[in-house]
């Protein structure tokens, strides 16, 4: 089964603990604070491994975890670092955000396009810090740690598109199928009605040194970019080959339509799918000439091949593609004209290969980007007024730091105001109406309101 499409969800490891605790040595009655931190959580990593060529180990298990860290203890022993959880999955595969509950996939994480590029899914929790941090001049003796961080969690979607260097594209019937047997090991299903692949195969050939992986793409037809017949599926995967073989049947056998009439619908098709396959390289091929009585069509077929190449090399923006001027004329039964068509499309996959080299060396930093995505959406709050003094806050870091306070202890409680204020939350509130007294809710807790000043005053005195 060809598995392109799966949906995970993962979760980092939550963070350790930090400890709170005191040195007790038979010398020293009364020791300082000597509570280590919680160590930090794994993150979870999705990265491409060129050994894989399916998503099928995630068909059936859709929960991934990295490790948590561990608490921190006394002596100022820290917890130990949670390891990171990674992913394999085949090269060419597009990472996206994925909402389960609106089912709705959102931004774009990462294209893994080459053997090793990885992008950080789900970051782990930090480590809490132990009572050893919160020291000052005035508070020798801090009675509270904070705990670990709350790891990310979310659902993602894993695609995998072909990374073919050249697509076999045409009608039903066209021989495409024969072709990539003739060309490569691949052994398709080979029959005389139409659809009869159903998914792309791929198969590697060679010609002289230089080798090319082709993709026998499933039949297109008139309306395909709309969804009709199985060519929508897969012509999404076209997108992904760096030049497209269009193989056009002589005979018109399919439904006897006309070669010429193939042609223009092939490259209508692909045109209405995306904007920039119209401007994909292309090789046009011509096959079944044991066929007897195709050499008009054919004729008919390359002059207008290079008039379609004359017109791109021009800039006419709607000719399709800056195309071969030669049509490649072959019997993919016979073998006829095989080995020429495999040189030049051997020859145009390894020139494009060369171009491309350059941008990928400038390829994005997906880890960094995404991440300067996510951390910015991630400071965002909101003050919700709810009505009757009770006010909502709602924000990722916001609700982050209220997980990560001990409710038990009132220094902590009394340190995460200070960091509400930090970030802006107190004023927010302000600018919302809230006066003293209020309820403010954030997750699953609600505390008092208390006007900047009191709340300043109440720091002073802590000297935070
Ligand atoms: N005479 C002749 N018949 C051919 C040639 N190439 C393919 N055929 C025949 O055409 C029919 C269709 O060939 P396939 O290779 O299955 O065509 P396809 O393009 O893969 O078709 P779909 O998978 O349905 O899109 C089969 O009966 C082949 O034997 C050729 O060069 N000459
Ligand atoms: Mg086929």
Request: some cysteine; overall charge negative; proline content about 4%.
């Amino acid at each position: 089964m060809f598995i392109d499409k799966v949906r995970i969800h993962v979760k980092g490891g939550d963070g350790g603990a930090g400890c709170m605790s005191f040195r007790r040595e038979a010398h020293v009655p009364k020791g300082g604070p000597d509570g280590g931190d919680g160590g930090h959580g794994g993150n979870v990593v999705v990265e491409a491994d060129a050994s894989l060529s399916s998503l099928i180990e995630y068909r059936f298990k859709h929960h991934f975890k990295a490790d948590r860290g561990t608490h921190g203890k006394g002596s100022r022993m820290h917890g130990a670092t949670g390891e990171d959880l990674v992913l394999k999955v085949p090269v060419g595969t597009v990472v996206r955000e994925y909402f389960e509950e609106s089912k709705e996939t959102g931004e774009l994480i990462a294209d893994l396009t080459h053997d090793g590029e990885s992008v950080t899914v789900a970051c782990g929790g930090m480590g809490g810090r132990g009572n050893i941090h919160f020291v000052t001049p005035t508070r020798r003796a801090p009675a509270f740690a904070e705990l670990g961080e709350p790891a990310q969690e979310g659902w993602i979607e894993l695609e995998m598109k072909l990374m073919a260097d050249a697509a076999l594209v045409g009608m039903p019937s066209a021989g495409k199928s024969s072709l990539i047997a003739k060309i490569s090991a691949a052994r398709p299903k080979i029959a005389d009605y139409p659809f009869t692949t159903l998914v792309p195969n791929l198969g590697v050939a060679r010609s002289g040194d230089l080798s090319f992986v082709a993709a026998d793409i499933p039949g297109l037809i008139e309306g395909a970019a709309e969804g009709r017949g199985l060519g929508h599926e897969f012509l999404r995967h076209i997108e992904r080959t760096a030049l497209i073989v269009h193989v056009v049947d002589l005979t018109g056998d399919y439904e006897g339509r006309d070669p010429l009439e193939d042609y223009e619908v092939i490259n209508r098709e692909l045109a209405l799918y995306a904007d920039d396959l119209a401007a994909r390289p292309r090789i046009v091929v011509a096959n079944k000439i044991d066929v007897p009585g195709t050499e008009e069509a054919a004729e008919r077929l390359a002059a207008r091949v290079r008039a379609d190449s004359v017109a791109a090399a021009g800039g006419d923006e709607f000719a399709p593609s800056p195309v071969d001027p030669k049509l490649y004329r072959i019997s993919a039964l016979t073998g006829e004209g095989v080995d020429a068509l495999k040189a030049a499309i051997a020859t145009k996959v390894h020139e494009l290969r060369e171009a491309s080299r350059a941008e990928l060396a400038a390829d994005v930093q997906y880890d960094h980007v995404w991440e300067h995505k996510r951390e910015a959406r991630d400071k965002r709050f909101e003050v919700l007024n709810l009505g009757g003094g009770v006010f909502r806050v709602v924000g990722p870091q916001v609700e982050r730091m209220v997980v990560q306070t001990d409710w038990e202890n009132e220094e902590a409680i009394a340190f995460l105001q200070h960091r509400l204020k930090r970030l802006g939350v107190e004023t927010a509130l302000e600018r919302a109406g809230a006066v003293d007294g209020d309820e403010i809710r954030i997750v699953g807790r609600a505390f008092d309101f208390e006007s900047a000043r009191t709340a300043e005053d109440m720091f002073k005195e802590l000297d935070l």
